[in-house]
């Protein structure tokens, strides 16, 4: 497997970074018509975390962390590596020192479709992981792969400078034309939210505030008092 490194791609504005990171990815992945979501098995490695920076993608041999300490040098402030394989693997391609070496040039934590180790380490030290795998199996560094060239993961293509969001709920990717219009809408959706809890908070309940009831009476859903349901069951 031959392969490239690709050096300066374009990123998303930083600003627009910054606006992304005071989301949730729920909130981020609604915002987009519930699109960008990566598959539930990409999981973190600590709670409490939320990241959002821009990619550095690496595609990889499975087995092979090679392409990794390639991306390392084109990693820098405020990205966040994204590592996939050419088939599927859970072999521990990550670990405490990529991650010393990563968080040295600023990078905001890791998203690794295959497996990852050290996960106790990479707690402590504060770098943040989300993983398809944790596995103490390690690689060898023997087969070329790419840097910084479109990825799939999940049925999402992460493109070299998209923004990525990634907290316990899982992670979410943003392409880099759409940051600043998915920000807003990220905005918007949660002043919406924080109505409906203020409504929730006095009492309100979801079926009158959505306008459910009358979806339910579509729907040919009825309501029964406990005595007519049994009765009817007793017939």
């Known amino acids: 497997m031959s392969g490239v490194v690709v050096t300066n791609p374009p990123k998303a504005a930083a600003e627009d970074v910054t606006a992304l990171a005071g989301y949730g990815v729920a909130t981020v992945g609604e915002a987009m018509g519930r699109a960008g979501l990566l598959g539930p098995?990409?999981?973190?490695?600590?709670?409490?975390?939320r990241i959002a920076g821009t990619a550095v993608t690496v595609l990889s041999w499975p087995g092979d962390n090679l392409m990794i300490h390639a991306a390392v040098e084109q990693c820098g402030e405020g990205?966040?590596?994204v590592v996939t394989t050419t088939s599927p693997s859970t072999d521990g391609m990550f670990g405490e020192l990529f991650a010393t070496a990563l968080r040295r040039r600023g990078v905001r934590?890791?998203?690794?479709?295959?497996?990852?180790r050290d996960t106790q380490e990479l707690r402590d030290?504060?770098?943040a992981a989300w993983s398809r795998a944790v596995c103490a199996q390690g690689t060898v560094?023997?087969?070329g792969g790419s840097v910084n060239v479109p990825v799939a993961v999940?049925?999402?293509v992460i493109r070299p400078g998209d923004v990525v969001v990634a907290d316990d709920d899982g992670v979410v990717v943003v392409p880099r034309e759409r940051?600043?219009?998915v920000a807003e809408a990220s905005g918007a959706r949660e002043k919406k939210e924080a109505a409906a809890r203020a409504a929730f908070l006095e009492g309100q309940l979801g079926l009158d505030r959505y306008g459910l009831r009358e979806k339910l009476e579509q729907l040919g859903v009825t309501y029964?008092?406990?005595?007519?349901y049994t009765a009817g069951e007793q017939r």
Do not use: C, W
């Open 41 to 49: 098995e990409i999981r973190p490695v600590q709670q409490g975390v």
């Open 79 to 81: 990205d966040v590596l």
């Open 109 to 116: 934590g890791l998203v690794i479709n295959a497996g990852i």
């Open 125 to 127: 030290m504060g770098f």
């Open 141 to 143: 560094k023997a087969t």
């Open 154 to 156: 999940d049925g999402q």
């Open 179 to 181: 940051a600043r219009q």
């Open 224 to 228: 029964r008092s406990y005595d007519e």
